[in-house]
């Protein structure tokens, strides 16, 4: 049996995509394809077309949408390495991008000028995001000059769009009523932060207020990771994301609110070497994902670094030099991601969307071995 | 631009394979190409193909041969990861059973019932090998339930030959002229051993003569590595390998002659956990690599015991319970390999066939970014 498919990298993902009509439409089925094709059963995936590290065994099957208004369905596939199973509970902005490409490349949306938006739902979460996939001169791009933070590779531009990201968590884009205000942090005097609910839940600290700069390095970053604790844990209760009283003795959890640093822009080294000076971007982002140094930044959370852009006194506008609906350009870690809110109404963003870049690696026919032969194992 | 290609799992090792008409016929133009293709230019390959280990970012560039008696010609790529460059000295004997594998099920040989045999010559080093493919039924097959050690995949069954091996460093098959002897080595008393040049040269040592096994633990070989230097080193002036006056105060090197433990087979548990009965195999083999324990055991160490194995007293028939022409199945920490030697004369081994496994993965068309853009950077 040989299936078609197609490599894609999105931003910093490897992801192989299929068409809803090459694999098996039952769930069980489509696993165990996807396992044998990857050669998922043991840890290198050396039987199969998997790469062996987390952003390099994922997949998405792509369809058609039945759902007016949306161009394409497609379902996320985190691949186990040598798990022999798949995680279908979540999304990834990487992978969606490389979809928004794929449909554009395989004809599934009709190419609309220099820009050719793409309507796709991702169907593990229901989320509705858009991609707006650079086609200049009316043509699809195989290559392209557009990079994103993590790699130097260049691919076709790809605008990601959030919808109606505010407040998707607690109801409001700011859960405190305030664009900013003075946080009590453990024992130390106050900081100024800014708490927002776009994309994600997110408390942002405006770093000079607490003797930081916004621009500290990933291995900086992990000795402040216990401070930065210790800010989301002050912060959850305030967001409604925790309330004390309710199970005594509990700790608010490490996921949300998202945590970090921001502040004006400096020159700085990226982890791949680069330099960048102050005037090549807008605001110093430095997040924690989880309890680590995130990389770059996490789509969600520019997402709310925008948001918070938009408003007079927020942490973010303040850093930047005021607030802002046009680009921002955020400095992280691996180097700088631009990132616009747009359709703002009362303060409100309706739309983010985020620069991201994509690029087809290769179509192919992966020989999957049948499940239950001897390969599968 | 798009190029097509292969990718084909040879034992233990992923290779994309390219038909010569479609690659670039200049060094460094090929070089270029396969670096952007790979994604070569940073270390995890995110930009392409690769696989960002050594053994999953490997190529090779196949041709029908001018070659009287050979059918395909392959030049065999080590794509360097994150060096931008490509090692062009070395073959590589897993590539080379996908190799003929390719080679048959892309009509470049015809197929001749249920083997079929490619002659390939390797155009890094000069070797000549034979691939004798399984084509059971005189038609081709994509899937098969051969297994070799290191992995559970199974694949279609390929007999690696390599022609006329003996005494290709040394002139001799036995160097010392003795199908055993017993070697001082150190202060310890002396331990019995054959020194064999077949394939490479190589010392292998009676386990039992030496207060050891054969069936050791990798972890129990890691503790052996010092000892089994100085056998090394005590073997290879009598193997010719090292002139201990020419160059005063040198020592042997670590690459030759290959060194290494035999016994009677015995139980034991393979490194993927699965159980060995004594009477699955022949003879335990532990062998280094280098200077580390080899997780199975080289291709052209196999080469070396068999040969071993059609000589009355070598340490290798002893072990083995007599001398055999027959297949000989290797016991080694990863899992048991078969060997044979075939068109013996006087004792000299004129080919010698290690049975392995290949696996055709995918066929496709890889979107290379032109060289010299942002994309090969």
Not at 143 to 157: E, L
Not at 309 to 315: A, T
Request: charged letters at 20%; proline letters at 7%; hydrophobic letters at 40%.
């Amino acid at each position: 049996m040989h299936t078609p498919a197609t490599l894609v990298r999105g931003g910093t993902s490897k992801c192989w995509l299929f068409n809803q009509v090459h694999v098996p439409a039952d769930r069980a089925e489509l696993e165990k394809m996807l396992v044998a094709a990857y050669g998922a059963g043991d840890p290198v995936e050396l039987d199969g077309v998997g790469g062996a590290t987390p952003t390099t065994s994922k997949a998405a099957i792509v369809s058609a949408s039945p759902e007016p208004g949306v161009d394409v369905d497609y379902l996320f596939a985190q691949v186990g390495i040598g798990t022999g199973a798949v995680e279908w509970t979540s999304n990834c902005g990487n992978c969606a991008t490389g979809v928004a490409l794929y449909a554009v490349a395989k004809g599934m949306v009709p190419i609309t000028g220099d820009r050719t938006r793409v309507v796709m739902r991702n169907t593990n979460t229901g989320a509705v995001l858009e991609g707006l996939v650079d086609t200049t001169g009316g043509v699809v791009h195989h290559f392209g000059r557009q990079t994103v933070p993590g790699t130097r590779a260049g691919g076709v531009a790809v605008g990601l769009t959030f919808r109606e990201p505010a407040g998707g968590t607690t109801g409001l884009l700011l859960p405190t009523g305030r664009a900013a205000e003075e946080l009590r942090v453990g024992t130390a005097g106050p900081v100024r932060v800014s708490m927002v609910d776009a994309g994600a839940p997110v408390v942002l600290v405006d770093a000079g207020s607490a003797g930081r700069t916004g621009a500290e390095t990933l291995e900086r970053m992990q000795a402040e990771v216990p401070w930065l604790r210790t800010v989301r844990h002050a912060a959850a209760p305030l967001m409604g994301l925790f309330e004390p009283g309710l199970h005594p003795g509990a700790e608010p959890g490490d996921a949300v609110p998202k945590v970090g640093l921001v502040g004006p822009p400096v020159p700085y080294t990226t982890t791949l070497g680069e330099r960048v000076a102050s005037e090549d971007y807008d605001i110093s982002v430095r997040m924690l994902t989880m309890n680590a140094p995130h990389p770059a930044v996490g789509l969600t959370s520019a997402v709310a670094v925008a948001a918070a852009g938009l408003l007079e006194d927020s942490v973010v506008s303040r850093a930047a030099g005021g607030p802002t609906d046009e680009w921002l350009r955020l400095g992280t870690p691996a180097g700088v991601v631009a990132v616009r809110c747009t359709d703002v109404a009362d303060g409100l963003p309706r739309r983010v969307t985020v620069q991201r870049a994509a690029r087809l690696l290769a179509d192919a026919r992966i020989y999957v071995p049948e499940t239950g032969s001897p390969q599968a194992a």
